[in-house]
């Protein structure tokens, strides 16, 4: 045992020196379990970490929702959400944490991912014998890497991370295929790469292409096959790889072709980003903040000792002309992919990232990082020619980023300094002669090169906030306590909605079935439902933060969670997204400190009989008012001019420094003193007690307004882009009410802002009529539900709530029927009058056909695994 770590010393430091210098940084800032704060940050606090209370509820209690989840908005297919986000197998790790520690799990996944990523560029790299394994240069190439630029900004995106840990490993079965005519360690690690992340993979597969030719050209005078011959080895193992993972990408690709896909762009324009110089100032430290987010240039920071070994092995004669030509042909291609945009979408698969541009640039971390190590497999030291080489491009990109600092918000004096004085101190020790120095020549690179990386470590960390551990924790273990209540009080099928929100993905983070998500595979036609009926809606996102008392009754919210907002203990651990006067009419069942639940009177059943005329409603239009309409007169047979939710006018107009009108509809006002706050009040007197709506569009929108509602603030979810609907009064007959609108800009555009009631009288007969044959749930789960249901001859049509998706099936009295699509959203079915069993059941497409393509992809492994150690023996 002492023996083999003393062979693998230096491998164990270039795990734990990554490791270790990362714990201690989050350690320093107080991150759970070490302190107040967490490392939730942007997507990993909004999205990932409730995916994660997701997979660990999926493996502990109901493993249907590997295939399909009612959490995830009405619900909707989680292969591609398991293959995108959660099939890394660090995320084991979770399981022994309970949901509300799971920012503790996070940590320890990060910083082990650090930690794995030094690992396996090291021992790749002693493997091929470009670093020897007694170096103290293994640590420092791989420290390097494992805290190279993309990381530091990218570690909020765990699921990418393990793409630096496989592409080491995928390159290092390259270069067994091409040197020793073995391609089994290149198909395993290629195949585990698509497994675990299907997106890094898909980049880390266009680069494989690049390092095959480079690799034929660098080896070419040790090759005992034709390159032909390798090139034909190296695609029917890439081939062999993407059988094995067919039962994992053939279901997921089939899906995201009803999701993801579908923002696919196919034309752009051949035009740069960006001035592909302001490159230049990501090579310094702390080049990452906050507005680099959402776009900006890749983060290739790598530190001093790789740019200046890179510097030299272009200006070195110990690499051949041709082996340099190829190396400086693939790095400028990579380098223009980042700003050029056609290859931008290329290495994106089709579609511009939202936030984090240059996913892919821990690819160009990685080349540099390779071919410094080639350079200092045949070179310890630099010569002249770089050393002059390296000083001018350090005086002119210096020069560069001192002129022009005012067009980066990235990089400022003093990290151009500091970024200047670590280079200068790695090249004078390269030059060195000294004896002394060379003999810790390796210590002294190590040492300076773990300051350099962990400097740019801090410094850009140093840029973002953190989500309180408390916040997250507090509202982890109130969400479970009133999901398990709820549950105890009807341990059925139904859909909850909350007039507070930490996440839009809440549902899964608590186990629940809510309308909202936030997920980059979410079906577009939900998306465009939501968008239809006056709730907000983005690119990868839906939240039910607008509810009518129609949509809350036939969507199956039967329970509604509220909060106390006059308790001011949790008031900042509970977001109010929402301003419900309607909730009145749901009655309180149960107070689960702090949250209340209220029971719905009016929500149908996942199922129920309507008249087989909405079966003529195959889309929706674009008006989020006449589509609620649309939909309660297809469900009961009733005439298309009829109206539940009637316009209503406002009494009062009153304006304060702005223009005078008496129109408000799409009216645009504007400040009469510029420098003077302004308003407009719309006051109005319900007629009826009945609930009250106002629709606004997309321009009344934080940014330009703050409304206020009979003078306190009207608290509303902030993000959407088309009209929504705004509950804002009820059981308010003869009571005047007031909606305030504050200018936040000079003008202000009322659009599409207009007064609604809903007809009660006529809902509430209408919702008796539906409830009178409804489909009783026998049993059910993630991905089937049971149940009985009586058909009339006025009401032959089972209508759900259930999204109409590839993969639903539907049994009647035991026998496939066919299923109908109604609304562009849901699935209904036709049958006779009389009692039925009806069963709807989910199977994910594709998913049989991917498991026996994977079966061939396996035994074709097997041979070949057969085959190699057949023929190893033989010549033994």
């Known amino acids: 045992m002492k023996k083999r770590i003393k062979e693998n010393y230096q491998l164990i430091i270039s795990f734990l020196l990554p490791l270790l210098i990362m714990s201690i940084y989050f350690i320093y800032r107080h991150m759970a379990p070490f302190g107040k704060s967490s490392l939730l940050t942007v997507d990993l606090g909004q999205q990932y970490i409730d995916f ?119 390159i290092y079965g390259l270069e067994k295929l091409v040197t020793d005519k073995n391609p089994v360690p290149y198909i395993i690690w290629l195949s585990i790469t698509l497994i675990v992340n299907y997106y890094m993979a898909y980049m880390i597969c266009i680069f494989t292409i690049l390092y095959i030719i480079f690799a034929l050209i660098y080896h070419e005078k040790e090759l005992s096959n034709k390159p032909t011959t390798i090139i034909r080895s190296y695609i029917f193992s890439s081939i062999t790889s993407g059988l094995i993972s067919a039962c994992l990408l053939l279901p997921t690709y089939i899906l995201l072709k009803n999701s993801k896909m579908t923002f696919s762009l196919k034309n752009t324009k051949s035009i740069f980003e960006y001035n592909p110089l302001k490159i230049i100032g990501k090579l310094y430290p702390g080049s990452f903040n906050f507005k680099q987010m959402p776009s900006g240039q890749p983060n290739i920071f790598v530190g001093s000792l790789i740019i200046i070994l890179l510097i030299a092995f272009f200006t070195t004669k110990k690499i051949n002309l041709k082996t340099k030509l190829t190396s400086l042909i693939i790095t400028l291609f990579l380098l223009l992919s980042t700003c050029f945009k056609p290859l931008d979408l290329f290495w994106h698969a089709g579609q511009f990232p939202i936030w984090y541009p240059s996913r892919f640039s821990f690819i160009i971390c990685f080349w540099f990082i390779w071919l410094a190590a080639i350079y200092w497999s045949k070179q310890k030291c630099i010569n002249n020619t770089t050393l002059i080489t390296s000083l001018i491009l350090l005086i002119l990109s210096d020069l560069y980023l001192f002129i022009n600092e005012n067009s980066f918000n990235f990089i400022k004096n003093n990290q151009i300094i500091i970024g200047s004085i670590f280079f200068l101190v790695v090249l004078c020790l390269l030059t060195n002669k000294i004896k002394f ?161 209220c029971h719905n009177p009016y929500a149908l059943n996942v199922g129920y009989m ?157 919702i008796k009529t539906l409830k009178s044959h409804q489909f009783k749930v026998t049993s059910w789960g993630q991905t089937f539900i049971k149940g009985t249901v009586n058909a009339t001859k006025k009401q032959t049509t089972l209508m759900t709530s259930i999204p109409y998706e590839l993969g639903w099936h539907a049994t009647v009295d035991g026998k496939k029927v066919s299923l109908h699509k109604v609304a562009d959203e849901f699935i209904a079915i036709n049958l006779k009058p009389g009692n039925h069993d009806i069963k709807l059941y989910y199977r994910t497409p594709f998913l049989g056909l991917g498991i026996l393509l994977s079966c061939i992809g396996l035994f074709i492994l097997a041979i070949l695994i057969w085959k190699i150690y057949f023929e190893n023996k033989k010549a033994l």
Request: aromatic residues 14%; charged residues 15%.
């Open 437 to 597: 120095i060379n003999n810790y020549l390796t210590i002294i690179l190590l040492i300076i090169s773990v300051i350099d990386m962990t400097t740019n470590a801090s410094m850009s960390l140093n840029n973002l906030s953190y989500v309180p551990q408390n916040q997250f924790g507090i509202y982890t273990n109130q969400i479970d306590k009133a999901g398990a209540i709820n549950k105890n009080i009807n341990s059925g099928f139904y859909r909850i909605g909350t007039t507070f929100q930490r996440t839009r993905d809440d549902g899964m983070q608590g186990d629940y079935f809510t309308p909202a998500h936030f997920g980059s595979t979410l079906e577009r036609k939900t998306i465009g439902f939501f968008d239809l009926i006056g709730l907000p809606d983005g690119d990868g996102f839906v939240n039910y933060s607008n509810g009518t008392l129609l949509t809350d009754a036939l969507l199956n919210l039967k329970y509604f969670w509220t909060y106390n907002y006059n308790n001011p203990k949790f008031n900042d651990d509970f977001p109010q997204i929402t301003v419900k006067p309607d909730l009145t009419r749901y009655p309180i069942i149960k107070n689960a400190h702090p949250i209340i639940i």
């Open 610 to 766: 309507v008249n087989k005329k909405i079966n003529k409603l195959k889309y929706l239009v674009n008006d989020d008012v006449t589509n609620q309409n649309q939909l309660w007169n297809y469900l009961l047979n009733k005439p298309q001019n009829n109206k539940l939710i009637k316009v209503d006018n406002f009494n009062n107009l009153q304006s304060v420094n702005t223009n005078s009108s008496l129109k408000v509809t799409n009216n645009t006002f504007h400040k009469l003193n510029n420098y003077r706050p302004a308003q407009i009040t719309l006051s109005f007197i319900p007629k009826t007690n009945d609930p009250y709506y106002l629709n606004i569009g997309p321009n009344i929108n934080y940014k330009n307004v703050s409304m206020l509602l009979n003078g306190q603030p009207l608290n509303q979810y902030k993000t959407f882009r088309n009209n929504i609907l705004l509950n804002v009064a009820d059981k308010d007959k003869r009571k005047k009410q007031t909606i305030t609108f504050q200018f936040l800009k000079n003008d202000l555009w009322l659009q599409n802002v207009t007064l609604y009631h809903l007809d009660m009288k006529q809902f509430n007969t209408g």
């Open 52 to 170: 994660f209370s997701f997979f660990h509820n999926t493996l502990l209690h109901h493993p249907g929702s590997l295939f399909y989840s009612f959490s995830k908005a009405l619900g909707g297919e989680t292969t591609s959400i398991w293959a995108y986000y959660l099939l890394s197998p660090f995320n084991l790790i979770l399981l022994f944490f309970s949901k509300s520690s799971l920012t503790t799990a996070v940590f320890i996944i990060t910083v082990i991912k650090y930690g794995f990523s030094g690992l396996s560029i090291a021992w790749v790299l002693q493997k091929v014998k470009l670093i020897s394994k007694s170096s103290f240069m293994l640590p420092a190439f791989a420290t390097s890497y494992a805290l190279c630029g993309w990381i530091i900004a990218n570690q909020l995106n765990l699921m990418w991370l393990d793409a630096l840990i496989t592409l080491p490993l995928v």
